[in-house]
């Protein structure tokens, strides 16, 4: 019999389903689509009709249309890629590498809301009420369609991972950082219409940039909690804590009276996970044992487990 056949067995892919066209990749070329039309529309307006409000707000359509295309190409990248043998764990950390980047950009942009707001408490600039209420209204509804969009697909990971194995928190980040730059654009609207609402009846013109830093913090807070959540994943942080108790549990509980010594869990992709395991058990031939009881861990997706012979007479030592 040949070497290649006794391995073959053992042989497995580790594309682990990212080759799978995800829904949250088809929501965001569409979003993408709507937010460049908008933007196209209003570039074009505000140079034809010299309005600089109309071609400000059609420049920062641009800005959050070129973010959620860093988000398109992980989808993109991750899937194309998949079967590449180079990545050892597969593609699934690009959609976490793509959250992060979106969670960086909102972050920066959100610093230039809060300069652009101090330069203007500190040097108020004549506001186009009319203009400028039209072109917040119009961002709005366009921003609020993109928000039901994404926000469907987001909301629903997000109730499925609370409910899988371990409460897992590590949803698609990539996902979630496009429906956060589309959530922030529709807020950012809306916090425009109420100041300029408040400046053009009650002359209240510190509203405006005021509303500009509220929404700078609220869109910091978002960003920063993304950025917590997607930097776990690529720093390979610890797996979640009621997954790695149930694994203890799994492998304690076999007839082997195995120990697990050494156990280390962490995601590599939207909720699956990879696992190395040193376990200490009455004999060495149970590895198959061990792999078959995680198989039932259906987030795990791969693991390597070393085992080692108890010696009888000797101490557990610390």
């Given at each position: 019999?040949?070497?290649?056949?006794?391995?073959?067995?053992?042989?497995?892919?580790?594309?682990?389903?990212?080759?799978?066209?995800?829904?949250?990749?088809?929501?965001t070329i569409l979003v993408i689509a709507i937010t460049a039309s908008m933007m196209g529309i209003e570039i074009a307006a505000g140079v034809a009709f010299g309005s600089m409000a109309l071609?400000?707000?059609?420049?920062?359509?641009?800005?959050?249309?070129?973010?959620?295309?860093?988000?398109?190409?992980?989808?993109?990248?991750?899937?194309?890629?998949?079967?590449?043998?180079?990545?050892?764990?597969?593609?699934?950390?690009?959609?976490?590498?793509?959250?992060?980047?979106?969670?960086?950009?909102?972050?920066?942009?959100?610093?230039?809301?809060?300069?652009?707001?101090?330069?203007?408490?500190?040097?108020p600039v004549a506001i186009s009420f009319n203009q400028a209420i039209s072109v917040a209204l119009l961002g709005l509804i366009v921003n609020g369609v993109s928000v039901f969009i994404l926000?469907?697909?987001?909301?629903?990971?997000?109730?499925?991972?609370?409910?899988?194995?371990?409460?897992?928190?590590?949803?698609?980040?990539?996902?979630?950082?496009?429906?956060?730059?589309?959530?922030?654009?529709?807020?950012?609207?809306?916090?425009?219409?109420?100041?300029?609402?408040?400046?053009?009846?009650?002359?209240?013109?510190?509203?405006?940039?005021?509303?500009?830093?509220?929404?700078?913090?609220?869109?910091?807070?978002?960003?920063?909690?993304?950025?917590?959540?997607?930097?776990?994943?690529?720093?390979?942080?610890?797996?979640?804590?009621?997954?790695?108790?149930?694994?203890?549990?799994?492998?304690?509980?076999?007839?082997?009276?195995?120990?697990?010594?050494?156990?280390?869990?962490?995601?590599?992709?939207?909720?699956?996970?990879?696992?190395?395991?040193?376990?200490?058990?009455?004999?060495?031939?149970?590895?198959?044992?061990?792999?078959?009881?995680?198989?039932?861990?259906?987030?795990?997706?791969?693991?390597?487990?070393?085992?080692?012979?108890?010696?009888?007479?000797?101490?557990?030592?610390?």
């Amino acid at each position: 019999m040949s070497t290649g056949n006794l391995s073959s067995g053992w042989q497995h892919d580790h594309s682990f389903g990212q080759e799978k066209k995800r829904t949250g990749e088809s929501r965001t070329i569409l979003v993408i689509a709507i937010t460049a039309s908008m933007m196209g529309i209003e570039i074009a307006a505000g140079v034809a009709f010299g309005s600089m409000a109309l071609l400000a707000d059609g420049l920062h359509m641009a800005s959050h249309a070129a973010a959620l295309s860093i988000s398109a190409f992980a989808y993109y990248f991750a899937r194309k890629r998949a079967h590449d043998r180079s990545f050892s764990f597969g593609t699934g950390k690009v959609n976490s590498l793509g959250g992060y980047t979106g969670a960086v950009l909102l972050v920066l942009f959100a610093l230039l809301m809060v300069w652009e707001s101090v330069h203007r408490l500190i040097a108020p600039v004549a506001i186009s009420f009319n203009q400028a209420i039209s072109v917040a209204l119009l961002g709005l509804i366009v921003n609020g369609v993109s928000v039901f969009i994404l926000g469907h697909e987001e909301h629903h990971h997000h109730g499925h991972e609370h409910g899988g194995e371990g409460g897992d928190h590590h949803h698609d980040h990539n996902l979630r950082a496009a429906y956060l730059h589309v959530l922030a654009d529709t807020l950012t609207s809306l916090l425009a219409i109420i100041a300029l609402l408040a400046a053009k009846y009650y002359g209240w013109i510190w509203m405006d940039p005021l509303m500009g830093i509220v929404g700078a913090i609220l869109i910091s807070k978002w960003s920063m909690g993304l950025l917590k959540q997607s930097g776990a994943v690529l720093l390979d942080r610890q797996g979640p804590d009621a997954l790695i108790e149930n694994v203890v549990k799994r492998i304690e509980s076999l007839p082997c009276n195995g120990e697990i010594v050494d156990l280390h869990v962490w995601a590599i992709g939207p909720n699956i996970y990879s696992t190395a395991i040193t376990v200490v058990a009455d004999t060495e031939n149970v590895a198959a044992l061990l792999k078959s009881e995680l198989r039932n861990l259906t987030s795990i997706v791969h693991s390597t487990i070393e085992v080692h012979q108890r010696r009888s007479g000797l101490e557990k030592t610390e």
